[in-house]
């Protein structure tokens, strides 16, 4: 589907420079089929100065916090990953036409990025707006917030480092505030715990299958070797979808508390820079459903060890 946003006007996505290339993020080694560590990548070697913190957007969509927030802050470097081809070529191109150094766009899955490519505390704030809700529940498997994904974004957090999430989405806020009541108890560390062990599970998966070369691609996660129809670059993370199963909710755990006895404390979510008088962050989609009047559901995650 096109969404007819270069409005017939070629979009460069600046290869290498903004859009993040295949050859950047590298093949995966054979080593991920008996150790799921073994394609992880600091991705801040991408920008310009390694040094300076990382933030993660998943879900950039056109690019207006990417553009607005990485220009506010000089000294951090932002990462935008966007799955959609369009959105991704758009957002990169933008970026390209400002000039900003400290930003790079990746397409990719943004929650196999994590699990596959993205070593541990090295990102300062992972920042997830206006997610897709996959309102059915046949769907439900498709949305970001995920135990497995809570699992992954606690690993490659900094300590103290944030999870910031805002949405409009009533259900599937509802069902983000289950995942977080349990990530902010003690039963976080059990699924911090089993999280490590699916993803092993996962990587050797692939060398259980028959050694067909066909069935061991499908069953690891596959490199990046050719160009899509639109030509932006498919970067290929991981071939493996997370799955979980329900766990029962502590009682009364999960609020605006002071203090965690998990792997997340849960704390109000104060506007980003890029944000406008009465918005929260100032994304396109919020403009768009403040437009519409729908109220929205906004809290931070912030990894307490
Ligand atoms: C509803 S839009 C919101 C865009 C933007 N954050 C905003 O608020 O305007 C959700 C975006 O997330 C992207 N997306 C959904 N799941 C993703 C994933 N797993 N990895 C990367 N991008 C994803 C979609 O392609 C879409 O562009």
């Not at 994904?149 to 944030?162: C, M, N, S, T, Y």
């Not at 820079?273 to 559901?297: C, I, M, Q």
């Amino acid at each position: 589907m096109s969404f007819g946003l270069s409005r017939g006007r070629p979009l460069d996505v600046a290869r290498g420079v903004v859009g993040v290339t295949a050859e950047e993020l590298g093949p995966l080694p054979d080593a991920i089929l008996t150790d799921p560590s073994a394609g992880w990548q600091d991705p801040s070697a991408w920008f310009a100065d390694p040094s300076r913190p990382l933030e993660i957007e998943i879900g950039s969509g056109k690019g207006g916090f990417l553009l607005k927030q990485a220009a506010l802050e000089p000294a951090a470097n932002f990462l935008g990953i966007e799955r959609a081809a369009e959105f991704y070529a758009y957002t990169a191109d933008r970026v390209r036409r400002r000039g900003l150094s400290n930003v790079r766009v990746l397409r990719a899955d943004a929650t196999e990025f994590l699990r596959w490519r993205c070593p541990g505390g090295i990102v300062r704030v992972i920042h997830l707006y206006f997610s897709d809700p996959w309102p059915k529940k046949r769907h439900h498997k498709k949305r970001v917030v995920q135990d497995a994904f809570l699992a992954d974004a606690h690993r490659v957090l900094e300590p103290g480092g944030e999870l910031r999430i805002v949405t409009d989405h009533d259900d599937y806020w509802a069902w983000m505030e289950e995942h977080f009541a349990r990530w902010t108890s003690a039963l976080g560390w059990e699924l911090v715990a089993e999280a490590t062990e699916r993803r092993s599970d996962e990587a050797t998966k692939g060398k259980k299958d028959p050694a067909t070369s066909r069935d061991r691609k499908e069953a690891v996660p596959s490199n990046p070797t050719s160009r899509d129809r639109k030509g932006a670059d498919p970067v290929r993370v991981s071939a493996t979808a997370p799955t979980e199963t329900a766990r029962p909710l502590p009682a009364g755990r999960g609020s605006y508390s002071g203090t965690s006895s998990g792997p997340f404390q849960r704390l109000p979510f104060e506007a980003t820079g890029s944000a406008d008088a009465g918005e929260l962050v100032g994304t396109n989609f919020e403009r768009k459903y403040r437009r519409k009047g729908r109220p929205f559901h906004a809290c931070v995650l912030k990894k307490t060890r």
